[in-house]
């Protein structure tokens, strides 16, 4: 056993390691520029914050205090939890007491908290499907591509995965065991959890569900009186939890009621938001599912991980109809956990691939419980010399077995590597301002999208800084279409030498809606069509690959829209892969496609009238706001 144990341990040790060089590699992916706006927009609010002096209850209690954050898209515990490391950093170095020093620390932090989340797979695996699977379990989450993306941001994510697994563990362990002791641990990991993000409140289910299991199949069953004494006192100090890491939930009620309502409508589609009308027609449970296996986890690992999730489901469903609810086992809390969230984002409107990640390490775990359950432990047992006779064919079967364990862990080994080419270059934003400080002519007109980071960057240093000698002019893109918008269309037009997209964010998203944005979506059609005088002379592309294979996103099929020439007519090196479109904020953030058209014929405001055709005619006459 001990002999076992060490193993285990080495193996633990190993796939920790491979899991902090994946989540820390390349931590310094934007040079310090903010291209994440959550992240941004979490540093921002983290460098305002400041105890108040004195630091006396009166003073915390007031809502205008400097301890209260004003913001509650997220929890507060992120930002306190950074503001706090960050001023216990710059006793040692002064710089990073503001967020362009301690921006590295919060993504080391990222990347510790989704370390800890491998650790904790590991031992909820070990817990209901034994020592294998928590191993392999554990493995699929360091290598699993959606965790090593979002570890290198500082939002709220991989904290909420790390708190989510926390009161599973807690509350299995609580079921298989009994005892008192779980209202601490399931308490505070139930009260951090909601200070990090409103979307776990579901885990108070759990919580109650533990209790409940505790009185039927612990070791110790404890008795109804005493389990629910221990669930209030969970209740109790999760409350606690909450109020100490979020207390401006209580002491500035209004604005948080407010945050959190304006969140869930724009989750739900009721606010009409640029960067959620990419999924406007997207189908409900089925675009997270395969983006998610897809681009978050790579297919293999995801498929196998739903089709895990639907056995386990299954075995639930099986056990309900044909057993007592006394015979309810713990392996039901990772079910009820995985129905009850998935339940809840895969029906959203608003469906960002990461919303996935407080489910995604038990799709890793019933993939590896899949695997290793499709290994029959009959052909890993000692043979008698009468059966080694039959040694080829055994091994035959054995191989086969070990089949999918194989192609699941390779190919997600590979993604994982192939992923890593994203942080071993500059990002392509960078890229591209260089090229344009080194090619656009002092005094030019640049014409970029007022949604995005406009290129070149204006926050750009050193041999960044052309954007002094340059005069930018900006399209207003996501406006609804109207006469003025295309007055002011052909004013850019006619006036500007440059036209930058940034990235897909508006003209994926637009076109897709052509009975909407006819105007917009014809525009689009023609700029990459190079037909308004503008040509493609520069595009920066960075792919996840590894060994020539290059696992490619695609731009412009969905909605179909054309490939300029120059992206058109490139010959593509080794294997290259189309896989379709992707979910934007998948890509945009440390990956975009930037795209620099230059003018290269002049054409007058009839001309580029008449291209419009019938998109032009027939628009709305919107006034302007006052």
């Known amino acids: 056993m001990r002999y076992a144990d060490g193993l285990t341990a080495l193996a633990l040790l190993a796939i920790c390691g491979c899991a902090l060089a994946l989540r820390l590699y390349g931590l310094d992916w934007d040079q310090g520029l903010f291209f994440h706006p959550d992240e941004r927009q979490v540093f921002y609010v983290t460098e305002q914050l400041a105890l108040p002096k004195p630091l006396t209850l009166s003073a915390l ?156 199949r612990a070791e110790r069953p404890l008795t109804r009186r005493r389990a629910l004494a221990g669930c209030v006192l969970s209740a109790g100090i999760a409350g606690l939890t909450f109020l100490l890491c979020e207390p401006y939930a209580v002491f500035d009620y209004a604005e948080f009621v407010e945050g959190v309502a304006r969140e869930s409508l724009m989750v739900q589609g009721a606010v009409d938001w640029p960067y959620t009308r990419q999924y406007i027609g997207t189908l409900p449970y089925l675009y997270l599912f395969w983006q998610t296996c897809k681009w978050g986890l790579g297919l293999p690992l995801g498929l196998a991980g739903f089709v895990g999730a639907a056995w386990a489901l299954g075995q639930q469903v099986r056990r309900l109809v044909a057993t007592r609810l006394s015979d309810l086992r713990p392996d039901l809390l990772p079910v009820v956990w995985f129905v009850l969230y998935f ?36 052909l890993l047992e000692r043979r008698s010399a009468a059966e080694q006779a039959h040694t080829g064919r055994r091994g035959g079967r054995l191989a086969l077995a070990a089949a999918p364990l194989v192609l699941v862990l390779a190919s997600t080994a590979f993604y994982a590597g192939a992923f890593t080419n994203v942080y071993r270059q500059e990002h392509p934003w960078i890229r591209a301002t260089r090229w344009i400080c080194d090619h656009y002519p002092p005094g030019s007109v640049v014409m970029a999208e007022s949604w995005d980071d406009p290129l070149p960057l ?159 005619l027939n628009l709305p006459d919107i006034p302007p706001e006052e």
């Open 61 to 216: 209690r007031d809502p205008e205090s400097t301890w209260n954050p004003h913001f509650f898209a997220y929890g507060s515990l992120p930002m306190y939890l950074l503001r706090l490391t960050a001023d216990l950093g710059k006793l040692w170095r002064p710089e990073l007491g503001h967020s362009y020093g301690f921006y590295l620390l919060g993504r080391g932090l990222s990347a510790l908290f989704d370390l800890g989340s491998v650790l904790l797979t590991y031992a909820l695996g070990r817990r209901l499907y034994g020592r294998a699977v928590g191993l392999v379990g554990s493995l699929f989450v360091a290598l699993a591509v959606l965790h090593v993306q979002l570890s290198h941001f500082y939002t709220v994510d991989t904290l909420l995965a790390f708190f989510v697994l926390a009161v599973l563990a807690a509350a299995v362990r609580l079921a298989q065991r009994g005892g008192l002791w779980a209202t601490l641990p399931l308490g505070l990991a139930l009260g951090a959890a909601l200070a990090t993000k409103a979307s776990s409140a579901p885990l108070a289910v759990i919580v109650l569900l533990g209790w409940v299991l505790a009185t039927r």
């Open 343 to 378: 339940g809840l984002v895969g029906a959203f409107h608003t469906k960002f691939v990461r919303y996935m990640l407080p489910v995604t390490p038990l799709l890793c775990l019933w993939a590896a419980w899949l695997c290793v359950r499709l290994w029959p432990s009959r």
């Open 458 to 616: 204006l926050q750009g240093h050193g041999d960044l800084a052309c954007t002094t000698s340059l005069r930018f002019q900006f399209f207003e893109a996501h406006d609804e279409d109207s006469q003025q918008k295309l007055d002011a269309l052909l004013d850019l037009l006619t006036s500007s030498d440059y036209v930058s997209l940034s990235s897909n964010r508006l003209y994926n998203a637009l076109p897709r809606l052509d009975e909407r944005f006819p105007l917009t979506t014809r525009y689009y059609q023609l700029l990459l069509g190079e037909q308004l005088g503008f040509t493609l002379v520069h595009v920066e592309e960075t792919y996840p690959s590894l060994w020539g294979v290059t696992l490619a996103d695609d731009t412009f099929s969905n909605p179909d829209l054309p490939v300029p020439a120059l992206i058109a007519n490139t010959p593509r090196q080794g294997l290259w892969l189309n896989l379709g479109r992707a979910d934007e904020s998948l890509t945009v953030y440390d990956h975009p496609k930037p795209l620099i058209f230059a003018k290269t014929q002049e054409l007058s405001r009839e001309q580029l009238l008449a291209l419009f055709g019938d998109a032009a």
